[in-house]
């Protein structure tokens, strides 16, 4: 009888020149390769060994060769085989699955490697060969290629069975995954690509995944660890950011990196406008270009860069209310804008930030707090700052330090005040937060809070449990990090867990005859579950 085959967890084969490399959730196994014709051997035995590691009988094999594709396969430990996975492969539930499962009879996999029920001759099913390109030789068999997001993966990935993942879940989500990946480094945040496609790290690889099943879609190499990603718009050109330390690169459509001439004593900020910048001790600011060149602008002395908005650069006295947008590479600054104050005794606490060229600044006055909202012009020889919005909030605590801007979902947070800077709205939370994936995660007592732009409490969970996502998918995947974890794992988490049907109770039948018994709704109840 055929195991069982989840689809998480997944046993990475990285296949390179001379070696064999097989990730088993952090258990990484390395097994030198003597000739091309030992690759097959080579591959099932790093897989099955991988596999008992894991304590499962099979388990999902994704093949990775240099050249960036991928393939999907599964090795079966007992048998001590690696074959193509198909859609008829059997599923977590011992039934096969899939929409092609009536005809499953008809594709029987191949057996790959050793200790198959083949003669030595079929057991030569993966080779690698000299052009670097994984091929299966067997029969009629054939693995399809993942590249660049065009075609789909051979077979169908289902998702798991219920089964606690080691992983908190953000208020909303369950501990269930649909899938996980390595991402080396803790502190590395997860972005979504122009396509919605989740992108983890893994060293100084940037992986692109589908966010259905997690199959890779596309990677990037960096020439350096990578210790943060951004995505941009530039130009109306979309680039995904790579930086660490004094080091920066853009990735656009091709695979090679862009590199951007970074100053030793610049300090890259990827979270500070439209365009990735560097900072200079010396009051200047490099905004990045698509093509990677950079346009200097000069910082006056008594302000602070807020902002960079296309090529021009937002900056600002923060306690003055003084706003300049500088547009050209010259000492000859611009004039710059004295923001309104909301009342006549209202005094300006400080300059918070700018979104998109709408700068937000706090003000004092008898009855709280009010945050004005004021819209940048773009006139090259006196900058223009129009108030669009006030906000009152009650309180008179406004930090103006440890500001944190999500510039895609445009919001602000700062202490805990949460601003909204396209609804022109601000909400007093219950507790200082964390803004992530569009929503702020605040923390009272025992409860974490997931908080809307509107300020609405939308779930709860149990704070000595809870996780903050790095980003959401548009299929509702919380893409989490196990904060703390020293296997550097990602986990797309699923909002509902997967609930048992109870069968019906002795108290639920009817005694009539002719009356069906009644039976649980198949539709589950929407909660979070708490984690072990």
């Keep these: ?4 085959v989840h689809s998480w967890p997944v046993i990475r084969l990285t ?14 196994l390395t097994y030198p390769v003597l000739d091309d014709s030992s690759t097959a051997d080579v591959a099932a035995d790093a897989a099955v060994e991988a596999c008992r590691r894991l304590g499962l009988a099979a388990c999902r094999v ?4 240099e050249d960036g594709e991928v393939y999907e396969m599964v090795v079966d430990a007992d048998l001590g085989t690696l074959e193509e996975r198909d859609a008829g492969t059997t599923d977590a539930a011992g039934a096969n699955s899939g929409p092609d499962a009536a005809r499953s009879g008809s594709r029987t996999g191949h057996r790959i490697g050793r200790g198959g029920r083949r003669s030595p001759a079929h057991r030569r099913a993966v080779l690698w060969g000299s052009a670097g390109i994984l091929v299966v030789t067997v029969g009629l068999s054939t693995f399809s290629t993942v590249q660049e997001g065009t075609a789909e993966p051979v077979a169908t990935v289902f998702t798991p069975p219920p089964a606690q993942l080691p992983v908190p879940a953000p208020a909303g989500w369950d501990t269930y995954g649909d899938w996980t990946t390595p ?4 502190t590395v945040r997860a972005i979504l690509d122009p396509s919605g496609q989740p992108v983890s790290v893994d060293g100084s690889t940037l992986i692109a995944h589908d966010p259905r099943t997690g199959v890779e879609r596309w990677s990037r190499t960096a020439p350096f660890t990578v210790g943060e990603l951004a995505l941009f718009t530039i130009d109306g050109k979309s680039r995904v950011a790579a930086s660490a330390a004094h080091e920066l690169v853009l990735f656009g459509d091709g695979a090679d990196p862009i590199r951007v001439n970074v100053p030793k004593d610049g300090t890259v900020v990827l979270n500070g406008g439209t365009a990735p910048r560097v900072d200079l001790p010396d009051k200047r600011s490099l905004i990045v270009a698509a093509d990677g060149s950079t346009s200097a602008r000069v910082v006056p002395a008594a302000a602070e860069p807020i902002e ?3 090529d021009d650069l937002v900056a600002a006295d923060v306690r003055a ?7 050209m590479d010259s000492a000859a600054l611009p004039a710059p804008a004295t923001l309104s104050a909301p009342s006549a005794e209202a005094e300006l606490i400080s300059v918070l930030g700018s979104v998109d060229g709408r700068v937000v600044a706090a003000w004092k006055n008898d009855d709280g707090v009010t945050l004005g909202f004021y819209d940048l012009g773009s006139a090259a020889d006196a900058t223009e700052a129009t108030q669009v919005g006030l906000a009152d909030i009650e309180g008179t605590d406004v930090p103006a330090s440890g500001i944190q801007v999500d510039r895609e979902h445009g919001l602000l947070l700062t202490g805990t005040v949460l601003v909204d800077v396209d609804a022109l ?3 007093r939370l219950p507790g200082a937060g964390k803004l992530s994936a569009g929503y702020a995660w605040v923390t009272t007592g025992n409860e974490q809070l997931r908080i809307n732009a509107q300020g609405v409490t939308e779930a709860t969970t149990d704070a000595a449990r809870a996780a903050i996502p790095d980003v959401i998918t548009k299929d509702g995947k919380a893409i ?8 550097g794992l990602l986990y797309a988490l699923t909002q509902v867990a997967p609930r048992p049907t109870a069968p019906p109770s002795p108290a639920s039948t009817s005694t009539s005859s002719d009356t069906p018994a009644s039976t649980p709704s198949s539709t589950p109840t929407v909660s979070p579950k708490e984690n072990p």
């Excluded at 994704?62 to 060769?65: E, R, Y």
């Excluded at 209310?321 to 547009?327: F, L, Q, S, V």
């Design 321 to 327: 209310g003084r706003i300049w947008r500088i547009t």
């Design 15 to 28: 296949i390179g020149e001379g070696e064999i490399v097989a990730d088993a959730n952090g258990d990484v």
């Design 183 to 186: 991402m080396t480094g803790a």
């Design 480 to 487: 989490t990090r196990a904060e703390g974890s020293s296997s």
């Design 1 to 4: 009888m055929t195991p069982a």
């Design 308 to 310: 960079a908005l296309g």
């Design 62 to 65: 994704q093949g990775h060769t």
């Design 425 to 427: 709205q601000a909400h």
